[in-house]
């Protein structure tokens, strides 16, 4: 029997409404009803492997190898990495750069994620940057690599995935190693008993089962760094043209996004009552602006309330009232921006890997006569 499929009954009992993809690794989603708090639970929260999810007996056993471009390497115990540095705790959105994959056509490759590869946690861990100081980091240092004992399936000889960071962001604040999640030990499932937390970098960044942070004077080439894997083209590509790898970038911060949770679709809302639309947005580096909610197909907007969210890297509640005048149908549409300018794009975005899609999502209903 494959080794992912060991892990299906430990979802099923861990995160029972979650949407399992057809693959060889464990990957699964919430239905958009799951999403609805401002700190996702663990039960809901997506689960994305690039292979297998390691064995791990116990995380007291476990140990962090720091090396490569450093002046004194390192290697720490789970335990010894509390101890010595400062605990902090913040509330990050992770999505898998993925997300909303399914909505592009034509399809491209990778799994068809829906819109529930995202969520929002409190992450408590320690610095990376602290680890990194301790240290001594050389001035030759550019990037890091992120190394974990995961393995491709078909490939058992291959690491699954090994991603790194530049250095400015593993060397800012919000960049953690972390070891607990919403309180809890962080579960196996994602990354235990520890993982990168990168807020506003895709979830590719977020390395799970960590064990080695190598310190790199290039960019880091492990695996899914190089090629098209979770990198970008700089230029437009239309579909069907060939592809120019020197062309690609990997995917640092995320776009702005917005994601409604209410209503789902086919929903009916009575003449004369009132459709209440609300949701979450979100955006990688920039602060958001505002949230903008249609419920006519965009034909007219109307601002959205937003309220304040858990820190700068969490995703904020938005919320939007609509009294409904005449039966018919209805499109709720929903447009978040960012203080830079950009917005979430009305249309696709297409791009040959499927990644980054903010465009604004769709949800249909009706008002109807009582
Ligand atoms: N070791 C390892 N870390 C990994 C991955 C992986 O396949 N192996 N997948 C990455 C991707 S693509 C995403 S989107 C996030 C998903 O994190 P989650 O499973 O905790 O939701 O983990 C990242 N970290
Ligand atoms: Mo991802």
Known sequence: MPRPLLELPLLRRLKPGLYVHDDAA???????????????????????NNGDVPQIDSGRDWTLTIDGEVERPAVWTVSALRESFET?????????????????????????????????????????????????????????????????????ARPALSRGLPIAKALSPETLIAFAMNGEPLPRLHGGPLRIVAPGFPGSAWQKWLDRIALRSSEHDGAKMRGTDYRMP???????????????????????????TGPEHGFTVPVGGVLGVSGFAWSGAVALAGVRVSCDG?????????????????????????AIGSPGPLAVLAQARDVAGNAQPLGMEWNPRGYCNNQVQRVCGAARMD
């Not at 990957?27 to 958009?32: V, W």
């Not at 309330?305 to 939007?320: H, K, N, Q």
């Open 26 to 48: 464990l990957n699964a989603e919430p239905t958009l009803d799951l999403l609805r708090d401002p700190i996702t639970p663990v039960d809901a929260f997506f689960i994305r």
């Open 88 to 156: 902090v705790t913040l509330t990050a959105v992770l999505e898998c750069a993925g997300n909303g994959r399914s909505q592009f056509s034509p399809a491209t490759d990778g799994l068809p994620w829906r819109l529930g590869a995202v969520g929002c946690a409190r992450w408590t861990g320690v610095r990376l940057r602290d680890v990194l100081e301790h240290a001594g980091v050389r001035p030759s240092a550019v990037y890091t690599g992120h190394y974990a004992p995961d393995r491709l399936i078909a490939d058992p």
């Open 234 to 260: 700089t230029q437009t590509v239309r579909p069907g043209e060939p592809l120019d790898e020197s062309l690609f970038a990997v995917i640092t911060d995320m776009p702005v996004k917005s994601l409604i």
């Open 298 to 322: 965009g034909a007219t907007w109307r601002e959205a309330v937003l309220e304040d969210g858990e820190g700068p890297f969490a995703w904020r509640r938005f919320t939007a009232d609509f």
